[in-house]
């Protein structure tokens, strides 16, 4: 069974990284972002809608990921820029 993810409130999804945003921090298509998060455990949260979930991604926890699993962060003034929001 999927464990369900509170929906964050409005003005946190400014603090929240998009599946594009993944894409140009790590250089990568966004299947392998979902295969990452699917093989390697990225953290992440589904965030339910009327049409369709999207996923979304914590800055921080995506940094202490990629340290864990030696990824390599290409783009990381879009972690930065984003935590500042937080």
């Given at each position: 069974m999927k464990k369900f993810?509170?929906?964050?409130?409005?003005?946190?999804?400014?603090?929240?990284?998009?599946i594009d945003d993944m894409c140009k921090v790590f250089a990568r298509s966004?299947?392998?972002?979902?295969?990452?998060?699917?093989?390697?455990g990225m953290p992440s949260m589904s965030i339910p809608s009327r049409k369709q979930s999207c996923v979304r991604f914590y800055a921080e926890e995506v940094e202490q990921w990629a340290k864990e699993h030696n990824k390599v962060i290409v783009n990381p003034s879009i972690l930065k820029e984003v935590s500042r929001n937080q």
């Amino acid at each position: 069974m999927k464990k369900f993810n509170p929906r964050p409130a409005p003005e946190i999804f400014d603090s929240l990284l998009t599946i594009d945003d993944m894409c140009k921090v790590f250089a990568r298509s966004p299947m392998t972002i979902f295969n990452w998060r699917r093989q390697l455990g990225m953290p992440s949260m589904s965030i339910p809608s009327r049409k369709q979930s999207c996923v979304r991604f914590y800055a921080e926890e995506v940094e202490q990921w990629a340290k864990e699993h030696n990824k390599v962060i290409v783009n990381p003034s879009i972690l930065k820029e984003v935590s500042r929001n937080q």
